[in-house]
């Protein structure tokens, strides 16, 4: 099993593009969630999603959208990439009983 | 106030000494979860632990031991004969749901250094 996987691993944009980071899991979890890892901050919870067709703001959700294509796939999006979304971005899925599997994460450089 | 808090943003400890990280949390809800997660340089999040609010024993796995000290609000990661392969940063968090949805809140981290 692949577990959580995400695309791209790596991205650089300028201010002002736009890009969708994508997510899936084949582990057949209800909850999808897309955290942003910055220096010093730990995880902050941008969006999730408990189930298929739901979604929910989380800690740090301006300047994204979200969408649940279905049970297995979460995609983030950034209609204008500013520098202060510069970060890595991790995907976890969840059953809902004791843990949150994480994705390997995409380390996004906003020039 | 920070429902997580790591108050050791750093520790170096000798090899084979074991290590205590410090963790503790807020939360107003009575059914809770609680979390240690490893990070190496690597940078993947790997779970080590986790620890129910309800659960009557201190939570182990291998080298890892949860220290649940529930009144207190504190949820220590010890690890026993500590191994290089144990620097990372490790994370604490917390899961707390509401009306059925999941939510993980993190701490800060600790960076663990392993001396030979």
């Known amino acids: 099993n692949a577990g959580v996987t995400q695309t791209p691993k790596f991205q650089v944009l300028k201010t002002g593009q736009s890009m969708t980071l994508q997510c899936a899991q084949d582990?057949?979890?209800?909850?999808m969630y897309w955290y942003r890892q910055d220096p010093g901050m730990g995880l902050r919870l941008i969006y999730y999603?408990?189930?298929?067709?739901?979604?929910d703001k989380g800690e740090v959700p301006n300047g994204y959208n979200v969408s649940r294509l279905n049970k297995r796939e979460f995609s983030l999006r950034l209609e204008s990439a500013a520098p202060s979304q510069t970060s890595v971005y991790f995907c976890?899925?969840?059953?809902?009983?004791?843990?949150?599997?994480f994705g390997p994460g995409t380390r996004l450089t906003v020039l | 106030a920070q429902k997580i808090t790591q108050t050791q943003p750093g520790m170096f400890v000798q090899e084979k000494e074991a290590v205590t990280l410090d963790c503790t949390y807020d939360?107003?809800?009575?059914?809770?979860?609680l979390f240690w997660y490893k990070q190496p340089s690597s940078g993947e999040m790997i779970f080590l632990i986790y620890q129910g609010s309800y659960d009557q024993q201190n939570a182990t796995e291998g080298r890892y031991s949860l220290n649940f000290q529930k009144a207190r609000k504190s949820a220590n990661l010890v690890i026993s004969a500590s191994q290089l392969g144990d620097s990372a940063m490790y994370f604490c968090a917390m899961r707390e749901r509401n009306f059925g949805n999941e939510k993980l809140t993190f701490g800060t981290g600790t960076r663990l250094t392993i001396i030979p």
């Open positions: 976890a899925s969840s059953d809902g009983r004791d843990t949150q599997y």
């Open positions: 999603s408990a189930s298929e067709g739901t979604t």
């Open positions: 939360t107003s809800d009575p059914s809770y979860g």
């Open positions: 582990m057949n979890h209800n909850s």
